[in-house]
């Protein structure tokens, strides 16, 4: 009864400052101790299982439960009592993990509000384990119990021997019976580039990635009712919005265990912001800022021609999805809905996703041959043998196919008005528009609305839509870029659609997808072990997890850690100039929000207009920001350019203090002067020379001033001898920037996915599938 009594007591929750030189209740995290008064607790792992819970695990792999000694693992929650029994100890064994096969530190910021340098992933699938029904995928991003858990066994999905999970297999290997290897962790085999069901965003091989330049990560909830209700197999409904909801849930839990493994909140290496301005903090800290964005097939609860669909609806999801945190949108994935037409998938697939567009939508696509230079996917002609078979499988009698016209194929179904709608609704929530996968005449529509409200935030991120329309979103100061594949033809892809200039700042991506059924880059041939990652204060090796190794020079990305590899690959094959539009990415993405969240873009300030009236001394670097736009150059010293200055470098210029709080003000622009003193450009004589006067400072060049500044009150002579250096060497530029197209970007638009995809079947494959399932 005394011992039942004991562990009560140390289940109650009690947040206190942990005895034994650990700081707070989470730095415990990954140490070595012993637990007085537990029996078998001498030399424990304190394994985080959450913020401010313990896996207690002993060197003969066993653990310290509630219960007692267990092959089993249970976890405890930190208490006053817990801890003033926890002393230091040594002997302990490693708790099972993947390690990164890294070594430096990732490159940071000078400060929080400065520029990021960082590679975006513009769609990312992370939280894929609940699509399906829940028993799809085999896996999970993480487990709260570790590796072995969330990387296991997959014989409970894929059967003895992994024969009976016939779509898993099918789109593994072309075969719906193949055997094959379901060992998970510390095994592996199976985990491969074209296995498309097995977990391959286990958390520790983001994290290496996140090594390798990562910075800003757009992650996609994905869900597929249709394909959904055919599984055998389900925990979990195939209601979309639903495993929306459940997915938003989980990238938080993940948050917070990453966190708990590096002691504490936000002490992880990535955070799910819901700001341009969060983001550039996180970043500018060194961690990967997550971006969260839904891409179903029927959002909002909206499908089919008959099905209840209204702007009512609409309004309350979007409201949901944005108080949950979510910031970017796609209106479709896979099949037509009461918002707008799709985009078309090709070949025998192309056949199986029409037949979902039956089901879904209520009829088969509709299409036309096209009139113009863009265009969507061709359809392909289905065997009719096929589609008994898919009889069979959806259980839906199917009408005969479509006599479909000549190529190149067109959706007749564009943006409804209920799209037209939704689409408004996510530009006055500020959120950022994403046109893949909608019908061409879906994405000149969506486009319009952009461009009639001059709205940047729109990106087209995994290659989903004709490359032709890239240029119009580059002009409205969006981003867009290829999806995936093997390093030597991504580097042909940009070489051939990169813009030679744009308006505003340029960046390069590229849009993962793992997750989301798509095929990842082959190999690479030529990257060797150890390589300096594009982030080149990281060095990397191979990645081992268990006893797998992953080599991208043989095997390509078969995990979410070679993307490290396949970065570095790139700048390997594209040069210098591939490798900026990389790091240059992140930004571009965040400068592209800010003025989707109503900062305006780069511009001028008249000549005469006052030097603080926009720059105010001890404004925040947000609210600078907010009033006086975007600046050229944003460093310590942000700058703007100034009109009719008479000198095409001049500047006004504010210099930030550690608190990102303006600190001096400042002007290189002829005629600026403050605080009495002689403007900016009038003759003074003498040499090169800093002249400080009570708040102000000017300094002198060739005889003449050359920049002038003012100080906060409480300003030091140093502080303003040093902010006026800041503002003398701050530049910009009243050149305005013009969109320039790359050789090909807008005169000869080729209809191309530029997308990963699941791997190419034939109708004779497809039609075993669909046999097998139907019996």
Known sequence: MRRA???????????????NGATDRYAYAGGCYAVAGLAGAEQVRMQATALGRYLLYRPDGTYVTPSGISAAPADWELTDELAARIAPATGCADFP????NATGTPTRGATEFGRVGGVIDGHMHWMT?????????????????????????????????????????????????????????????????????????????????????????????????????LQPLKVTDCDEMATVRRSLDDIRALQDYVDAQAGGPGKGFFQIVTDPYAARRV?????????????????????????????????????????????SALLLNKYDNPLTGVRFDEGAQGTLINVGNLVSAGSFWSAKTCTGPLRDNTIAAADPGLLTALTALTGVTLPPSPLYPKAPHCNTRGLTDLGTHAVNALMDKRMIVNPDHMSQAAV????????????????????????GNWPRLWKLGGLAFPGHSSADEYVKQWERYRPRSTPYRFGWGYGADLGGLSTQPGPGSGLRYPFKGLDEGVTFDR??????????????????????????????????????????????????????????????APRKQGLTRTLKLGAPWTTVLARA????????????????????????????????RVAVVGSTAQGRRTSGLPPVGRRVGGKVRIVVRGRAAYEVRGGRVRAVALGGKGSTRAALTAGVREVSAARASQARPRFAAGARAATAPTGETLAGSGNPVDDAALTLLCSLIGT
């Open 543 to 604: 990645q081992v997890t268990g006893q797998r190794t992953f080599d991208y020079a043989r095997e390509g990305v078969a995990t979410y850690g070679q993307y490290a590899d396949w970065l570095a690959d790139l700048k390997r094959v594209g040069g210098s100039r591939l490798a900026e539009d990389l790091w240059n990415g992140a930004e571009a993405y965040l400068e592209m929000w800010e003025r989707a969240d109503g900062v305006k873009p780069s511009g001028c």
């Open 5 to 19: 009594a004991a562990l009560a007591a140390l289940i109650v929750c009690v947040c206190v400052a942990p005895a």
């Open 629 to 660: 736009g975007q600046p050229q150059q944003r460093e310590r010293a942000w700058s703007w350019c100034v009109n009719g200055s008479g000198n095409p470098r001049a500047a006004d210029v504010a210099v930030f203090g550690d608190d990102g």
């Open 283 to 327: 970043i500018n800290q060194g961690r990967m800022a997550v971006v969260l964005e839904i891409e179903v097939s029927e959002p909002f609860g909206c499908r089919g021609w008959a099905a209840p669909c209204d702007r009512t609806m609409i309004d309350r999801e979007l409201d949901d999805l944005y108080q949950r945190g979510v910031r």
């Open 129 to 229: 384990y609940e699509y399906f029904g829940g028993r799809f995928h085999c896996g999970k991003p993480w487990d709260a119990f570790g590796i072995t858990n969330a990387l296991p066994d997959c014989a409970a999905i894929e059967g003895p021997g992994g024969t009976t999970a016939v779509f898993q297999n099918f789109l593994n290997y072309g075969n719906p019976a193949q055997p094959h290897d379901t060992r998970g962790y510390p095994f592996l085999t199976e985990t491969k580039a074209n296995n498309l069901t097995r977990e391959g965003t286990y958390w520790r091989w983001v994290q290496r990635a996140w090594l390798g330049g990562l910075r800003l990560m757009v992650m996609s909830v994905n869900e597929n009712r249709v394909l959904c209700t």
């Open 97 to 100: 993990e993947a390690p990164l």
């Open 444 to 467: 000149d529509s969506t486009l319009t609305l952009l461009e009639k409200r001059g709205y940047s935030g729109v990106i087209s991120p995994h290659g989903w839509m004709d490359p």
